[in-house]
C-alpha cells in the first residue's frame, strides 16, 4: 500500500470512526493498526511538506525571525557596535523625550498620507488613459514609466536644481507667464509637497502594475454592462474596481512601506537645498529646512550610525515595524470590506 | 464585526517586515592579537579615505619614505574607506592594521568603545613626546585621557578676503570690526537685493558653522563635566546676537535668497571665488581650489577675527584634522604602531602628504620645513595652527552629536526669529543635548 493510499484508508476508518458506524473489520485490534500506519503517513506528508517549504522558511528565520528578536533584543540595550550593556527600559522613556523622533514621524506620515494616495490615484488614471488610447499607448507607456528608472539620487538632485527659485528654469517660466512659483525646497511649508511631487513624477512602478490589472478585467463584463446601460463612470465603479482590488490593495500597502522607508529622496533634497557637501568628515543637520524633510528612518539612521545608539535605534526599528504592521492590517481589512461589499 | 484571521496578521507581519532594518543584527567584534614583532617580515593593510588621484599618489608617496625605512614590512594602502567600512572590518574581526578617518568628532566613540587602540604605552615606549603636535591637536586625538589616535594632516581656518572688493580695508582683527566691514562692502541693487555680501554670517553659509565661527567667541563647548555648556558660557550668547544682528542688517530673507543663487561650494561657483563675497572663513584647502578653479582671483588671507574681548587672543583660530590609528583586532600591531609613527611624526613624510593635499602638516616641526610649497596665501593657516590661542571642539561619545543640535538651533529657530529668548533657548538645547550624551553613556 503507498503511503497515500494508506493516509486515504486511514482518514476513511477515522471519518467512519467519528460517525460511529463501525465497518467491516472494524475491531479495536485492526483500529489500532489502521491508526497506527495513518500516523506515520501523516507525518511523511507533513515531513515532506516541511521540505518544500524549508527554502522559504530558512530565508524567513534568517532574514526576518532572528533579525527580529535580536533587534527586540537590542533594544534593552546600550549598544555602541563593540560594547553591550543591559539597560532595560532606558531607550523606550528616551523615545518619549525625543523630540526629534516624533517630528520624524510626523513628516513620515505626512508623506504616507499624502504620497500614497496621490501616486496610486495617479497612476490608476494613467492606467485608464493608456487603455483607452486608439494610438501611441506604447509610446505613452514607456513616457510614463521611464522616470521611475531614473535612479533616486540623480532624480532628487535634478528636481531640486530644476525648482530652485534663483537658478532653475520652471521659476524662470512660471515669471514669463506671470504664475507665482513657491520656494519649493528651501520653505518647510514646500518642501514635502515638493518630495510628493517627486514622487508622482516617478509613477511608473504604480502605473504598470495596475495597467496590468485594468487590461486584465474580463470584456464580457464590460459589454454585459453596457447591454444592461450602465455609464463609464458605473462600469468603473462597479467593475474596474471590484476586480482591480487586489492589485490596488498591494499598490496600497507596498506604497505604505516605501513610503515608511523613505530615505534617500529626503535626505538628498535637504542636503542639496542646503548647499551642504557631503564631505567625508562633515556634520551635516538632516532635514533641511527647518526639519521639514527629516524622515524616520534618516532620524533611525543617524541614532544609529552618526551617534552610534544600537540600541535606540533598535527602538526606532521596532517602531517603524510596528507602524508598518499596522497600516497594513487595516488597508487589508479596508479592501477586503470593499471586496466582499462588491460581491454581495 | 470582521475579525482579523491569523494568516492576514501574518501576511501583515511579511509585509512589515520589508520596512524592518538589519541593521541592528550584526555580530561581534575581533579580538587583540599581538602578531609579529615590526622586525619580522610582514605585509601590514592600511585604509584611509582619500580617493582623488593626487591624494591617493600623495598618499603612496609619502609611504615610500617608510618602505625604505622598513623593508621588511610590506605596506597595501586601499583609499576611498569610510568609517562605517572601518567599523564592519574591525566587527568582523578582519581590519586592517592602520585606519586614517576625517571624521574627527567620530574620535570619542572609537576611544570609549575600545574600537581604536588605546596608544599610550606605545607612545611612552617609543618616547614619542606630545609636545611635538600643537595644544589643540593633542586634544581632538584624545577622549577622556585616552589617547587612541594620533594627528595625520590638520585643518585650519581663516579670513579670506577679496582684495578688490575690499576696496583698500585692511582685514578685520575684531568681530565688531568684521560685523562693521561686512556692512561697508555689502553692494545692493536698486531693488535692494544683494549683489556681493561683505560677509554672510548665516550658519547655512558653508563653513561658517557655529563650530567655526562660534570660536572666535572663545567658547567652552563641554563643561568640566562633560555636559552641556551652551547656556552656562555667556560667549555662546554674545555669538549668538553678533550672528542675528548682521543676519538682520541683510535681512533674513534676502539673505537667503542670496544663498539659494550663490553657488556650490565645492565647485568653482563657489561664491568667493566667484566674487559674490567680500570675505568669507574657510579652511586651508580652498587655496588649493583658487589655484585650480579661480587662479586670476587676487585675494588674501588672514586669522580669523575674535571677539572685542578677546583682542590679545587674535592669531589663534579652529582646528580639526584627520586622525590615524590602529583598530582592534590588527594582526600586525607593532608594524602597524611604526607606520603610524612613522606617518604622524616624520618631518618629511607629512611635508611629502601636506603638499600633495593642500593640508596643514601637523606637527610644529613640519610648519616650518623649507620643503614646503604652498601659495603664499598658506602661511597664515600655519601660523593660525600653530598659534597658543588656537583650539579645537572635544570628542563626545555620540559623534559630536552637540555641534550638530546647536547648529540645528541656530539654523531652524534662531535665524528666522522663532527664539526671541536666547538664554531660555540654550537652557532647553542644554538639557536636550544632555539627554542625549547620557543615552551614549556620556
New interface residues.
Partial sequence: MTGLAAWTAAGRERRRGERGDGGPGGGPGARGGWSAIGARARRRRRLRVLAFLSPWLIGFAMFFGYPLLATVYFSFTRYDLFNLEYVGLTNYRFLFQDEDAWHAMRNTLWLVAVTVPLRVLFGLGIAQLLTHLKRGGAVFRSVFYLPYLVPPVSATVAFVFVLNPGTGPVEHLADMVGLPMPDWFNEPEWSKPGLALLGLWAVGDVMIILLAAVLDVPKHLYEAAEIDGANGWQRFRHITLPTISPVLAFAAVTGVIQTLQYFTQAMVAGKVAAGQSDQPGTQTVPGYPGGSTLTFPQWLYDEGFRQFNMGYACVLALVMFGVAMLFTLVLLRQFRAFTDGEAS | M?T?TPR??A????????????????GG?GSDDGGPKAEDKQTIQVWH?WSADHEVKGFEDAVNGFRKLHPNITVKVTGNQ?D?QI?NA??GGTPPDVVA?????NLG?FC????WQELTPRLKKSGVDLNIFPKAVQDYTQFRGKRCALPLLADAYGLYFNKKLMKGNAPPKTMSELAALAKKLTVRDRDGRIKVAGFMPSV?Y?EH?P?HIATSFGVKWLGADGKANFSRDPAFTEYLKWEKDLLDWYGYDEA??F????G???EASNPFQKGKVAMAVDGEWRTKFIEKEAPGLDYGTAPPPVSDARAAQYGGGFTLG?IMGIP?GSKHADAAWEFVRYLTTDTGSLVTLANALGNVPSTLQALSSPDLRLPAQFGTFLNVFKHPGTTTSPSS?????Y??QL??FV??EWE?GKAQDPARALKALDE?VD??LK???G
Fill in positions: 470582521r482579523t492576514r496578521i501576511a501583515a507581519i511579511a509585509a512589515a517586515a520589508l520596512g524592518l532594518t538589519s541593521a541592528c543584527t550584526a567584534g579615505g569610510t562605517d567599523t574591525i566587527r578617518s576625517f571624521t574627527t568628532d566613540q570609549q568603545s575600545g574600537a547655512q558653508y558653522t563650530q537667503k535668497r544663498m539659494r543663487t550663490m556650490q561650494e565645492f584627520t582592534r561619545p555620540n559623534g559630536g552629536d555641534l550638530v547648529q540645528k539654523q531652524d528666522p536636550k539627554k542625549a543615552l551614549a553613556g
